[in-house]
């Protein structure tokens, strides 16, 4: 499996690759080519010569044709293909193609681009990335696990394909999720070589993709139940065998699977679940910010969380630690949270998922016979309203109206994906609450200008949150999360809020700043995770030095071959 291996200078702190291969084989290797860019010293020595033009180039010369080669192409979903084909060759080009102007290509890339290209999946296919486990393989998984191009795996993101982003359940293309989030997570700081995407098939209840002759998945409806936990504990198993100090990320699981997996493996192996953790930390990133502009203490917010679901809960979870941290009681803090689902707002009695249960308010409460959103904010004046339902406009004129008349400045945060799935636009929820809302939206807005004031719009997502967390949790090599490394994550992106400068200001950094926030937020969740004990790796260094020596960024490095 080990066809090169990077090794670094213990005084200079300068890194090589050596490697026995040469010739094609070596320009094949996405993660070893440099293209025009190998040196004339490494044609000799890597049988190059008379392979490539004559002109060496630079990594930045590269970088010009390859721009100039994308945007020659229209549709997003072209520049999508494009540029997953030279993540394929070059990875080094690519990234630094990508970090260069992460405006133009982060939404090509992630989201919102990437959701096209997981329905396209089965008609665009061109080469494989990562590993495919479909559970007819399940007696297969180890090896499976060991025909992986890299040896050492520090982080897996996961996914089954069940909810993906705001488009459900995609089958075999929702492989293109965990796939777009290594690429934020290397264009943060995590090195590539030790990252693998991996996709569980275990099937999918989209009658459309079953009818598909294309569908490249497995063709059968989803597997539940016991089947579905002991393939997925036989995976967890061979993780923590093979790679015991690595970081699993779950990705885009069904709600009920979601928490469950979460809650069974949290204290087993380091597990991350972006939808839950993730979303939960980077929100409530914002609402800190959002709650010190208002002036009104934590305690006191009471909340509306519309679309009780992995996301919605997992945000309600965060918000409710983090008000026990200002010395609530969990009682205390859970009477503050509103959660409405599609039957209304969850009350005792009702079917309820067991995540949902803790939020169900008392039967005896007077006023909830009707518990719409309208009522339900009527009858409690809510500070905060927070969508997560994928339920286009049910923050509409008269909801808003309400709630701004009761409240300063409402906190107002419709995060469902995409735009077209949004509870309300910026610029509607803007002009109903006379400009006073405080706004963050799961999907990109462009400024709002109203009575001549020019609004940023706070875009809430994970990847300000995510690449932090993962790469504080890999460089200590933590056993678990803890809440308190999340804790510590969201305060750490909800410093470098703009808005805690001038008021016009958006809530959180923008997300063509996630590289320079990862390591800030990874220095607090590796500082917590020692303060918790729960690292197994404690650095000698400064730990500021330490993040930045856990950092990669695409640059070319020395290529040296060694025998075999
Ligand atoms: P989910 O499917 O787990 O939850 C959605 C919930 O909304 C379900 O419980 C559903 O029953 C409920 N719902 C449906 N219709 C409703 C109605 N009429 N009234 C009230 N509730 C209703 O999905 P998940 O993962 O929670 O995602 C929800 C949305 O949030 C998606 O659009 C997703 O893209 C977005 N999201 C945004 C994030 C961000 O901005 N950072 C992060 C994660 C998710």
Same mark, same amino acid.
């Given at each position: 499996m080990?066809?090169y291996?990077t090794?670094?200078?213990?005084k200079t ?6 490697t026995?291969l040469t ?5 094949q290797?996405p993660?070893?080519?440099k293209?025009t860019a190998f040196t004339e ?14 002109r060496v ?6 970088v010009?044709?390859?721009? !100039?080669?994308?945007r020659a192409y229209v549709?997003?979903?072209q520049?999508?293909?494009?540029? *997953? !084909?030279?993540h394929d060759?070059n990875e080094v080009?690519?990234y630094?193609l990508?970090y260069?102007d992460l405006?133009?290509?982060?939404p090509?890339?992630?989201t919102?681009g990437?959701? *096209?290209?997981?329905?396209e999946?089965?008609h665009?296919f061109r080469?494989?990335?990562g590993l495919?486990?479909?559970y007819p393989?399940?007696?297969n998984?180890?090896e499976i696990?060991?025909n992986?191009t890299?040896?050492?795996i520090?982080l897996?993101?996961v996914?089954?394909g069940?909810?993906?982003?705001g488009?459900? /359940?995609?089958?075999i293309?929702g492989?293109d999720?965990?796939?777009?989030k290594l690429?934020?997570y290397s264009l943060?700081g995590i090195n590539p ?10 099937g999918t ?8 002759p ?5 063709r059968h409806?989803?597997i539940?139940g016991?089947e579905?936990d002991d393939?997925v504990?036989?995976?967890?198993e ?9 970081m ?8 009920? !699977?979601a928490r ?7 204290s087993?192996h380091?597990?991350?679940?972006d939808d839950m953790q993730?979303? &939960?930390?980077?929100?409530?990133a ?10 009104t203490p ?9 679309g009780?679901g ?5 945000i309600?979870?965060?918000?409710h630690n983090a008000?026990q941290r200002? &010395?609530?009681?969990s009682?205390a803090?859970?009477?503050?949270f509103?959660l409405? /689902?599609?039957?209304?707002?969850l009350?005792e009695g ?5 995540f949902?249960?803790?939020?169900a308010?008392s039967? /005896? ?9 309208l ?5 409690i004046?809510?500070?905060i309203?927070i969508g997560?339902?994928t339920v286009r406009?049910?923050?509409?004129e008269?909801v808003?109206?309400e709630?701004?008349s ?7 945060f419709p995060?469902s *994906?995409?735009?077209?799935?949004s509870e309300a ?10 400009g006073k809302?405080l706004?963050?939206?799961g999907?990109?807005y ?6 001549g004031?020019?609004?940023d719009?706070?875009?809430c997502?994970?990847?300000l949150s995510?690449p932090g967390?993962g790469?504080?949790?890999i460089?200590t090599?933590a056993k678990?999360?803890?809440d308190?490394m999340?804790w510590?994550?969201a305060?750490?992106?909800s410093e470098?809020s703009?808005v805690r400068q /001038?008021?016009?200001?958006?809530l959180?950094p923008?997300i ?7 390591p800030?937020?990874?220095l607090?969740?590796?500082k917590?995770?020692i303060a918790? &004990? ?7 260094l400064d ?6 020596? *856990?950092?990669?960024?695409p640059?070319y490095?020395?290529i040296k071959w060694?025998?075999?």
């Open positions: 080990l066809k291996i090794r670094i200078d213990p702190r300068k890194e090589w690759i050596e026995h010739g094609k084989q070596l320009m290797m993660l070893l080519n293209g010293e490494e044609r000799h020595e890597l049988k190059l010569l008379g392979k490539l033009p004559h180039e630079t990594l930045d010369e590269q010009k044709r390859v721009k !100039n080669q994308y549709s997003s979903l520049k999508y293909i494009y540029l *997953n !084909n030279l060759k080009l690519f630094k990508l260069e405006a133009e290509t982060l090509l890339i992630y919102p990437v959701s *096209n290209a997981v329905k999946f089965s665009e080469s494989p990335r495919y486990i479909a393989d399940r007696a998984m180890d696990l060991d992986r890299h040896a050492e520090d897996m993101v996914t089954d069940e909810r993906i982003l488009i459900g /359940d995609q089958g293309g492989m999720i965990p796939i777009a690429v934020v943060c070589y030790n990252a693998l995407p991996i996709m569980l098939d275990v209840d989209n009658q459309e993709l079953l009818n598909n294309l569908y490249l998945g497995w409806p989803r539940r016991k579905y393939f504990h036989q995976f967890v061979l993780v923590k065998k093979k790679f015991p100090r690595s699993l990320h779950w990705e885009d699981f069904g709600q009920q !699977n469950k997996i979460l809650e069974t493996y949290r087993d380091c597990t991350f679940n993730g979303t &939960g930390v980077v929100t409530l914002a609402l800190l910010a959002a709650i010190q502009a208002t002036n934590i305690q006191s917010q009471r909340v509306v969380v519309f009780a992995t996301a919605g809960v997992g309600a979870d965060q918000l008000m200002q &010395g609530m009681s009682d803090a859970f009477r503050q509103w409405i /689902d599609k039957d209304g707002l009350k009702m079917p309820l998922a067991f949902q249960k803790p939020y308010r039967k /005896d409460e007077a006023w909830t016979d009707k518990t719409d959103l009522a339900v904010v009527k009858a004046k809510p500070t309203l997560c339902s406009n049910a923050f509409n008269a808003v109206r709630m701004a009761h409240v300063a400045q409402p906190i107002i995060l *994906n995409p735009n077209e799935r636009d910026a610029a509607d929820l803007l002009t109903w609450s006379d809302a706004i963050a939206t999907s990109p462009d400024p709002v200008v109203l009575n004031k020019k609004y719009i706070t875009q997502n994970n990847a995510f967390i790469i504080g949790a460089a090599r678990e999360v803890t308190n999340l510590a994550a305060n750490a992106i470098k703009p /001038d008021p016009t200001k958006a959180l923008a063509t700043e996630i590289a320079q926030l990862a800030h937020v990874a607090a969740v590796a917590q995770a918790d &004990g729960v690292a197994r790796n404690t650095p000698k730990l500021d030095e330490f993040i930045q020596e *856990n950092i990669w960024r640059y490095r020395p060694v025998k075999q």
